[in-house]
C-alpha cells in the first residue's frame, strides 16, 4: 500500500520560503508520478505542480509564475516542493499524492502538512 507523509510546514512570514517533503514508503517510488495540491481555509482542493516518476518531466499551476518548484530524489524516496516570495493566500493544507499514470488524478494521498503565512 503506498503510504505518504508529508513534513516541513510552519509559520513564515511573507516574503519568506519554505522546503516541504513527502516520504514514501511501502511502494516502488520511482514507478509513481507525483504531485502537490492545497487546500486553502474553507476553500477546495487547489492543483499545484506535478512530476513524472523519473523528475524529467514537472508541470506547474499557472499561478505558480516561477515561485514554487517541484523535485524529487527517488534515492531517498522523496518529493519536494520549494516555494519563494510566499503571500498570505498560500497559507493552506499542503498534500502530497501519488499515483502509477502520468497526468491523472491521483489515487493515493498524504495526510498533508500546513503552512501558514502570516506576520
Not at 13 to 40: H, I, N, T, Y
Not at 66 to 71: K, N
Request: charged share 20%; glycine share 10%.
Amino acid at each position: 500500500e503506498v503510504h505518504l507523509v508529508e513534513s516541513g510546514g510552519g509559520l513564515v512570514q511573507p516574503g519568506g520560503s519554505l522546503k516541504l517533503s513527502c516520504e514514501g514508503s511501502a511502494f516502488a517510488f520511482d514507478d509513481v508520478a507525483m504531485s502537490w495540491v492545497r487546500q486553502a481555509p474553507g476553500k477546495g482542493l487547489e492543483w499545484i505542480a506535478a512530476i513524472s516518476s523519473s523528475g524529467i518531466n514537472e508541470r506547474y499551476a499557472d499561478w505558480v509564475k516561477g515561485r514554487i518548484t517541484v523535485s524529487r530524489d527517488n534515492a531517498k524516496n522523496t518529493l519536494y516542493l520549494e516555494m519563494n516570495s510566499l503571500k498570505p493566500e498560500d497559507t493552506a493544507m499542503y498534500y502530497c499524492a501519488a499515483d502509477y499514470q502520468w497526468w491523472t488524478l491521483p489515487t493515493y494521498w498524504g495526510q498533508g502538512t500546513r503552512v501558514t503565512v502570516s506576520s
